[in-house]
């Protein structure tokens, strides 16, 4: 416990620094377990010191004592931050409130606490930054309390959330991910949420975005007043919610009270109640988005006014696309798509809004209503009628989507094995995108003239698979993908194949065997070399002899030269050895070769006689035995002629 800046001592975990700007105090190394009677880590008041608190391990007493707090900061003028620490089992893990320096909590994780990030009063930049947080389902505390959060920010402004990761109790406890009461210049991106009741929730605040988030799996406990949604705002005013997936909650975005917002390019698909529901929405731009799959898509209910809701695809809501209610509410150049009905129409309007761009004359896009059009102008001669005790209607429903037109990209097509054998199945990927949403990806192969389709399932990241069975060998394969959006836009690969191979049976080819020398002296070493080959590649080749007409053999691993080429020795023999020799060689595929057998005897090195100045004595010997041959038939020549 610091409660000045006297106690910033080596006893309480500074293990640096001096408490200046440029030098501040750093408290590191720790590892810390609280108990129930100290049921705090660290604690730090009242101080004016430059401080921060690195690389700790803190671990609670359990059991979410109510007060309990890993790392509490309380009053410091310059308290700089957390970095790196651990922290578990306490009722809030780290949190600081009324300090006036910037503060960066960066890359901590916070397990099995009711709250894991906790910032009060603070208008000084705080940044939390790659902070991985497990939320524990907790116990109401006695009078009740706040829900149970990842990160919980109130009365403070400039805070920003960055690539964090959340994670809760699923429907064990109503737990938010993030949740801001009253705060100004509050930015969350790029961070994940899951298994939570609300993934993001900014109550009272103002100038505030919710941008590039992915939120899964939001789901109101059996019980709930709540529901749970992605993404909610209250009783708010300039807020944009933009870029986030939303995916497989109650509610996708929750907008409650709340002025001057731009809700856009938004993906938000899942299975339950509303895609978008907004109540009491003034001065609003809703475009862009991706909305599939809910009972109703869009739900814009009560006093609304001034809202413009564009160039959306509302898609396969069971129930209905649209429920509108408010003044002064233009809806134009949206996709409506397979939706559920309500007296014959995808939308319900209650007080009368226009459906349709008052500039250009065009409307939007029905999937039950594309025809007549005679003119050719894009526009269906008849009006499309909307359900509802305002009588309204779409006057110029458009023949064709206003959103998308072209079909989903396709790429990063492989296939494996790439060569397979006989009766080996190969399994086709595809990456699949479309704006619009990905409603159907076809597998389509052929080993004749004749088309085969597979449904491809997805595989993650975008990417789709299916599997061609096996085939007979030399059969070639030919295959594409094909694939449609949710605005029924069609797409298709070029054409991919391959060819089943043969299956290889036979060892490799053994040829060109040599020995040199030819003939060896005794002690000589023999090298035995051939070209060794196979379609399938050469896995060993093995050199075998025998010194004693095949009773026993010797084996030696051949060694790869250059090419086909193989090398083996054996070594130096005594004279008048026979060396019979053969070579065996195995493929990749575990085919055997042997060669015909060799043999090679070793002949004596011989009496190599000395030499006379370098004359051999052989030759001078020959050389004089010749000389006197001569001259005795010289001196029998004269004696005859006497």
């Given at each position: 416990m610091i409660l000045s800046d006297d106690d910033f001592t080596p006893e309480n975990g500074v293990r640096s620094g001096s408490g200046t700007a440029d030098d501040p105090y750093i408290i590191s190394g720790w590892e810390i377990h609280a108990t129930d009677d100290k049921p705090y880590g660290i604690m730090v008041a009242g101080t004016t010191a430059y401080f921060k608190i690195v690389d700790c391990r803190i671990i609670g007493p359990g059991g979410y004592v109510m007060g309990s707090t890993g790392i509490s900061i309380w009053y410091c003028q310059h308290f700089l931050g957390v970095e790196s620490c651990h922290v578990e089992g306490f009722f809030v893990g780290m949190g600081s409130v009324n300090s006036s320096s910037p503060i960066l909590y960066g890359h901590n994780t916070v397990a099995g606490?009711?709250?894991?990030?906790?910032?009060?009063?603070?208008?000084?930049?705080?940044?939390?930054?790659?902070?991985?947080?497990?939320?524990?389902?907790?116990?109401?505390?006695?009078?009740?309390?706040?829900?149970?959060?990842?990160?919980?920010?109130?009365?403070?402004?400039?805070?920003?959330?960055?690539?964090c990761s959340i994670d809760g109790p699923g429907t064990t406890a109503y737990a938010f991910g993030i949740v801001v009461f009253y705060g100004k210049n509050i930015t969350v991106t790029n961070s994940?949420?899951?298994?939570?009741?609300?993934?993001?929730?900014?109550?009272?605040?103002?100038?505030?975005?919710?941008?590039?988030?992915?939120?899964?799996?939001?789901?109101?406990?059996?019980?709930?007043?709540?529901?749970?949604?992605?993404?909610?705002?209250?009783?708010?005013?300039?807020?944009?919610?933009?870029?986030?997936?939303?995916?497989?909650?109650?509610?996708?975005?929750?907008?409650?009270?709340?002025?001057?917002?731009?809700?856009?390019?938004?993906?938000?698909?899942?299975?339950?109640?509303?895609?978008?529901?907004?109540?009491?929405?003034?001065?609003?731009?809703?475009?862009?988005?991706?909305?599939?799959?809910?009972?109703?898509?869009?739900?814009?209910?009560?006093p609304n006014d001034h809202i413009t809701v564009r160039e959306n695809l509302i898609a396969f809501s069971t129930a209905l696309a649209m429920n509108v209610s408010g003044t002064n509410i233009a809806i134009y150049y949206n996709d409506f798509v397979e939706n559920g009905k309500v007296s014959g129409s995808q939308a319900y309007d209650m007080t009368g809004a226009t459906w349709y761009n008052t500039t250009t004359n065009r409307g939007n896009y029905w999937s039950d209503w594309t025809e007549p059009d005679a003119d050719g102008n894009g526009i269906v001669d008849n009006p499309y009628q909307i359900a509802g005790p305002a009588g309204s209607q779409d006057p110029y429903p458009l023949a064709t989507p206003s959103t998308d037109a072209q079909g989903p990209s396709i790429s990063d097509i492989s296939w494996t094995p790439t060569a397979p054998g006989p009766g080996e199945s190969v399994v086709v990927r595809a990456k699949v995108t479309d704006p619009s949403g990905v409603h159907v990806v076809l597998l389509r192969y052929r080993t004749d003239g004749t088309w085969t389709v597979v449904l491809m399932t997805p595989a993650g990241g975008g990417f789709y698979e299916a599997t061609i069975p096996g085939q007979d060998a030399g059969t070639t394969v030919h295959f594409k993908v094909w694939a449609n959006d949710t605005l029924g836009n069609p797409s298709e690969s070029s054409e991919h194949g391959y060819t089943v191979t043969t299956p290889d049976t036979e060892g490799p080819t053994i040829a060109n065997?040599?020995?040199?020398?030819?003939?060896?002296?005794?002690?000589?070493?023999?090298?035995?070399?051939?070209?060794?080959?196979?379609?399938?590649?050469?896995?060993?080749?093995?050199?075998?002899?025998?010194?004693?007409?095949?009773?026993?053999?010797?084996?030696?691993?051949?060694?790869?030269?250059?090419?086909?080429?193989?090398?083996?020795?054996?070594?130096?023999?005594?004279?008048?050895?026979?060396?019979?020799?053969?070579?065996?060689?195995?493929?990749?595929?575990?085919?055997?070769?042997?060669?015909?057998?060799?043999?090679?005897?070793?002949?004596?090195?011989?009496?190599?006689?000395?030499?006379?100045?370098?004359?051999?004595?052989?030759?001078?010997?020959?050389?004089v035995a010749g000389l006197a041959i001569a001259l005795g038939g010289l001196a029998v020549f004269l004696r005859m002629r006497k």
């Open positions: 606490c009711c709250h894991g990030i906790w910032v009060f009063n603070q208008t000084a930049p705080v940044l939390v930054e790659g902070c991985t947080i497990h939320v524990a389902a907790c116990p109401s505390p006695p009078g009740g309390g706040p829900p149970d959060t990842g990160i919980m920010a109130y009365n403070s402004a400039n805070i920003t959330v960055n690539g994940t949420l899951e298994e939570l009741g609300s993934g993001v929730a900014l109550i009272n605040c103002t100038r505030s975005a919710v941008e590039g988030c992915s939120v899964h799996e939001c789901h109101a406990p059996a019980g709930s007043e709540m529901p749970g949604f992605a993404v909610g705002m209250g009783n708010s005013s300039y807020i944009a919610v933009e870029n986030v997936e939303a995916e497989d909650c109650d509610i996708g975005i929750l907008v409650m009270n709340v002025s001057y917002m731009r809700l856009g390019g938004n993906n938000i698909t899942g299975t339950g109640f509303v895609g978008l529901n907004a109540i009491y929405l003034r001065n609003a731009l809703i475009e862009h988005n991706r909305i599939e799959g809910f009972s109703v898509g869009m739900w814009i209910d009560g065997i040599t020995a040199s020398p030819s003939e060896p002296r005794e002690g000589e070493d023999i090298t035995i070399g051939a070209d060794v080959a196979d379609p399938s590649g050469v896995d060993e080749v093995i050199l075998s002899y025998s010194t004693d007409g095949g009773t026993t053999w010797e084996n030696t691993t051949m060694t790869h030269t250059s090419g086909n080429r193989y090398e083996g020795t054996v070594p130096g023999q005594a004279a008048g050895t026979t060396i019979t020799y053969k070579i065996y060689a195995r493929d990749s595929v575990g085919n055997w070769a042997v060669s015909d057998e060799h043999t090679i005897t070793v002949r004596s090195a011989g009496i190599l006689p000395p030499q006379i100045m370098g004359v051999p004595t052989l030759f001078l010997i020959g050389g």
